[in-house]
């Protein structure tokens, strides 16, 4: 049996941007409007092997949004065609990467500023799962009862708490300087962290800090903890319920993979939410995913 996922992605411009620099890549490429109410939202269910992403366009380059959209598209064309082409899943996924630091290099090459852009992003095979990132963007994994993040800032901030401990004060002229990037030769290391196996029930959120930084891990650990607390009572169905319920047990995924889907979907709506109520002024984008018993038939 190889595990299926469940996604909900989101993102919306931040209330002083002109433009969302943030984009998700999440079974194609969301980049919402121009103002907070123009959001671009998506959910459904897909089949390993694949990968997610969210990409923050660096605040201060004139081109955050152009850097994000390029870095997007390469990493998406680069992994796929990489596949398409037979090579291994991570022969694949360093393809990507790599041809996203190429076009991001490139686009800076070509324009009157700079185009920068964090990113962090899981890619899934054979129920496991290899975390990559450079930024601040950050990847976390629920399994009950914690929740647990897989990514550790590229800042200042981070090396401020490093040295001062996890809940001291950052100063606020380094608290949002990353010290990783793509688009910069000299900063675009994206660190490839080693597989780890996938359980089903596992709940996935990559998000960039326009949420993070507005929303604690606390709050981020109870809205995942509401999705796999759906996993366990749909665990309590019947199989003969769930397939009565199917109009296409040959083509749909299991009506509990939709409800695990609008489950993702609710718990980002509250993690934004919480957000927009804190007058969150960055773009806010994430990417929830949940691993669930689902067979191809």
Known sequence: MTLR??????TACGRSHEANEDRALMDGILAGGRLPDESDNRQGTVSQPFLAAVFDGVGGSTCGDAAAQTAAEALELGFSYALKKGQPFDHALDAGI??????????QETINGTALAAVAGIA??????????AGDVRALRFRSPYAMRLTRDHSLAQQYRDEHGE?????ADIAHVITRCLGDERLDQVDVENPVPVLEGDVFLICSDGIWDCVTDEEIEIALAEVAEVISSLNTESEEEADAEAEDAEQAPAPNATKVELALAMALDELVARAYSRNAYDDTTAVALCAVDIQET
């Open 5 to 10: 996922f469940a996604y909900a992605a989101f």
């Open 124 to 133: 899934f095979d054979q129920d496991t799962a290899t975390v990559f990132h």
């Open 167 to 171: 809940d001291a004060e950052v100063p």
């Open 98 to 107: 790599e041809a996203c630091r190429i076009a991001t290099s490139e686009l």
